[in-house]
C-alpha cells in the first residue's frame, strides 16, 4: 500500500493542488463577502451588510412570533425600513458627538444590573449575565458598547424631543422631521446594490 502511495505520490501532490486552488477561487475567497459589504455610510459611518442582515433576520424573528400568519404581510418593505432605522441611529449618533451627548459607564452599569433577564429572584447575577452573552454569541464588551449606543441614542432623541415647543406636533413627527432636516447637511451614502 505504502509503495504504491509512494509511486502515484505525484499524482496525489496534483489533485492536493488543484483542491486547494479551487477552495481559493471559488469558496472560502468568498464567504465573508456579505459580512464586509458595506450598505450606507452616514459621515464616514460604515453600516456593514453583517450589521444590516442580522438586524433584518432578528426582525423578521419577531414578526413572525408577534404576527404569525400577518408576518408576510408585515415584512413587505422591510429591507428599507430597517435600512432607514439604521441611518437613522447614526444620524443619532453623529448628532449625540456633536453635542457632546455620550452614555456614562455608569449609566451603561445600571442598565445591565437592572435588566430583568440577568436576574434571578431580583438581584443581578454577573453568572447569568455571562451566559446569556455567551449563548448569543457576543462578548462583554460588544454587548456593553452595543448598549452605550442605544443609551446615548436615547438621550439624543429625549434632547430633540424637549425641543418640541408646539403641542400641535407628536413628539415622533418633530424627530422624523428634524431627523431628515439634519440628515439632508451631513454625508449620507446608501449601496444599493449590497441590499439584493
Known amino acids: 500500500m505504502i509503495k504504491t502511495l ?19 477561487f471559488w469558496g472560502v475567497g468568498t464567504v465573508d463577502k456579505k459580512h464586509t459589504d ?3 455610510e452616514v459621515a464616514g459611518q460604515k453600516i456593514t ?14 414578526y413572525r412570533e408577534v404576527f404569525k400568519e400577518k408576518a408576510t404581510e408585515m415584512e413587505q ?16 449618533l ?3 458627538k456633536k453635542y457632546d ?14 435588566d430583568p433577564r440577568f436576574k434571578r429572584n431580583g438581584v443581578f447575577q454577573r453568572d447569568v449575565y455571562f451566559q446569556i452573552l455567551k449563548l448569543n454569541r457576543i462578548t ?13 441614542v436615547g438621550k439624543a432623541l429625549q434632547v430633540i424631543a424637549l425641543a418640541n ?25 446608501i449601496n444599493k446594490e449590497a441590499l439584493s
Open 38 to 40: 458595506v450598505i450606507a
Open 49 to 62: 451588510a453583517e450589521r444590516f442582515w442580522r438586524n433584518y433576520e432578528e426582525t423578521r424573528r419577531v
Open 165 to 189: 415647543d408646539s403641542s400641535d406636533i407628536s413628539d415622533e413627527a418633530f424627530i422624523k422631521s428634524f431627523l431628515n432636516a439634519f440628515k439632508s447637511n451631513i454625508p449620507v451614502k
Open 101 to 114: 451627548i455620550e452614555a456614562t459607564d455608569r449609566e451603561v452599569q445600571d442598565a445591565i444590573l437592572n
Open 140 to 152: 462583554p464588551a460588544q454587548y456593553e458598547s452595543s448598549l452605550k449606543r442605544d443609551i446615548t
Open 77 to 92: 418593505g422591510l429591507k428599507e425600513r430597517i435600512l432607514e432605522n439604521l441611518i437613522n441611529e447614526e444620524v443619532m
Open 94 to 96: 453623529y448628532f449625540a
Open 6 to 24: 509512494r509511486k502515484n505520490a505525484k499524482y496525489f501532490y496534483f489533485l492536493f493542488f488543484l483542491v486547494i486552488i479551487t477552495f481559493v
